[in-house]
């Protein structure tokens, strides 16, 4: 048995060394929404992400997001601080993720 | 003749020539009408109309049909006991065990106020599983999709949500099997992003019942703020679809068994009680940050066993009948704060790091006479107790924790401790910790593990070790004298081994998409 648990950690930390690179996180998207936009917005994470179809929000989160900051800083005059700041630029893959993750044509069927 | 023949060949091929330069001409024009006509075309057409359109039918095919998930795991467990004998000796046992665990997720949104979820699962031992015909408890309700056996599918999920607003009320009401196993702060450990419904330091187990929320954040302006109640039955009084065929498969069928007025489902002195829990969540605060929740409940008919036909020539060796029955109510709650992302901005390892720290408590209260172990040894003629005690006893637990990013990027280190005390009780039997619930444990216990993506999100790796340091016996089992704390020396008194410790170290590899 001793054996095989070394083979396995062996193979585990071999798993370790070839693991993929970085992702984006749609669970931290939904968590820095929570923290940073959802009082600006009046608005929960799952109602948020339906106003737009996933290529929307591609089309909107395009390049450094430039489209989405300009249309919801002007549609809600409370995210402006935040999304021209430094967190939103460094969360903001993130939070693009979990945008298209609950999209409305996503198909993603909420918890409540 | 040379001479007539020339002019004649060169006549006849020019008038060729001209022929197809005019045949060329009518196709190039014939081309241009076509090119003009596409252009026309082209020019009618709305791109955004188009694409308008194209979503309009992505959304309507998403919502049209049921999504389904999958999560897979393989695992190795490598388990180990540690005892002490009534004599005194020290023994320890161990083994290493393989498994596999499905879990089929799907749900569907017929109706924007209108969610359907389920998930069925099977968690089996690698092949056959003997202990599944031989053990009552094996298959268990509780705990059927969360402790391996056999390679059978159970239903693990099933609920309907209906949702809408009272103002500025959000609600939803829900009927039907809880998602109610890695609940809140359980959930990291299982390495799953979103928490199920309850706190999982005290009630991490499969039942069925009912839950209504309501989301007050709008109306106290406190983020996050809402209410659930929570109505459960964890056992059903009723008895089989032929009842009186107890002996179908075995020795104990009568006459009197054949000729009995059959009455399906019906309940007789053997089945078990109902067993019901009614319970309000409180979620005092959640920005994302920081998050205080709290649960009461209280379980009414607690099943315990009953030790019948009992012959008392040699307690030690005899075999009894036993069955489960009502030994009293239990009352409990708890209240977890959780910190997913320390502090705001002091470094990305911070931002990245979870900490959360739980108390819990429960609170026995006896009802009824029935016959325990002592009752077969000639100790008394039946009792009142719950957990070995005649008096209410009121039991803690605290639990606390952190989850780090690891090494590398996207992996992630958990280390865990929690504790618990003589009179302890939770229901955490659909915990998957093959050496039984940590949770449960009265004494210490430590968990470490490290989890890394192998391919993206959809295949990781998960190393795991689970150590549990027993104060006192009788920590996983049920509500009457077999959950009774004994220490070491109590324990070797009634001539009982004293399990000293478990632990539990695992290596797994799971997909999910």
Partial sequence: ?112 | MKKIIAPLLIGAALSSAFGADDSLKQEIEALKVQMAELKNAQAKLNIDALRAQVSEIKAHDSGDNVKFNIDFRTAYDIIDYKMQTPTGASTSTDNGVWTNKLILGMGAQPADNLVFKGALGAYTTFGNNSSSDQNGFQGMDWYGTQSPGDSTIKLREAYFLYFGDMGDVHYSASFGRRPSVDGFLTNLRAGNADPASPIGHNINMEFDGASFKFDVDKITGIAGMYFKICLGRGNSDADARFPEFTGYNGTNFTMADATAAHTPYSTNGNDAPNMDLAGLIWQIYDDGQYKVMTNYFKGWNMMGANFTNLTNVNPMTDSYNVSLTDVGDLTGGAVSFQVNGIGDGISDFLDDSIFFASYAFSKTDPKGIHSTLYTAMGMNAGETEMLGSSDKETGYSIYTGIQVPGFMKDQRLGIEYNHGSKYWRSFTYGEDTLIGSKLAARGDAYEIYYTLPVVGKNLTAQISYVYIDYDYTGSDMFFDSTGKPMNKAEAAAAGATFIESASDIRLSLRYRY
């Fill in chain 1, 1 to 112: 048995m001793k054996k095989v648990l070394g083979l396995l950690v062996s193979a585990f930390l071999l798993v370790g060394m070839m693991s993929t690179s970085a992702f984006a996180d749609a669970a931290k998207g939904q968590k820095y929404y929570l923290k940073y936009m959802k009082d600006g917005s009046g608005m929960n994470g799952a109602k948020f992400a339906t106003q737009h179809t996933q290529a929307e929000w591609k089309a909107l989160f395009d390049g450094k997001a430039e489209k989405f900051i300009a249309e919801y800083s002007k549609k809600f005059p409370g995210l402006d601080a935040f999304l021209k700041g430094d967190k939103f630029e460094k969360f903001m893959p993130d939070i693009r993720d979990f945008c298209i993750e609950f999209a409305s044509d996503s198909g993603n069927v909420p918890s409540c």
